[in-house]
């Protein structure tokens, strides 16, 4: 059974910056792609980026390439989502998800966290 566990949530001003951690049990991260999604309130859960199994390609949604970075950490069991340049519009509820193969659609994940809180403020 794999269990995924966020962190590192919180409030910040736009323009800051947070790194959420998923740490995976149960499994090495490594048989599994991993990616972040989020989810607005009144909205539904959209992606936001993912690593593949051998961490060899990165993907993002447009709407944070060149601001977010996901990297799988040197224990392989930890993964890294640093966020720089936050605006309000990222304001959600962040999950981290381990599927069997990369995707942009959350079906494709099989297992999920319970979500970590991150609020930009204006």
């Known amino acids: 059974q794999v269990q995924l566990a966020e962190s590192g949530g919180g409030l910040v001003q736009a323009g800051g910056s947070l790194r959420l951690t998923c740490v995976v049990s149960g499994r090495t991260s490594t048989w599994y792609a991993m990616g972040w999604f989020r989810q607005a309130p009144g909205k539904e859960r959209e992606f936001v980026a993912l690593?593949?199994?051998?961490?060899?390609?990165?993907e993002y949604t447009d709407a944070v390439q060149g601001r977010f970075t996901i990297s799988r950490g040197n224990d392989k069991n930890t993964i890294y989502l640093q966020m720089n340049s936050l605006k309000p519009e990222d304001t959600a509820v962040y999950y981290c998800a381990a599927g069997s193969r990369s995707s942009y659609s959350s079906t494709a994940y099989a297992y999920w966290g319970q979500g970590t809180q991150v609020t930009v403020s204006s």
């Open positions: 690593i593949s199994r051998g961490s060899s390609s990165t």
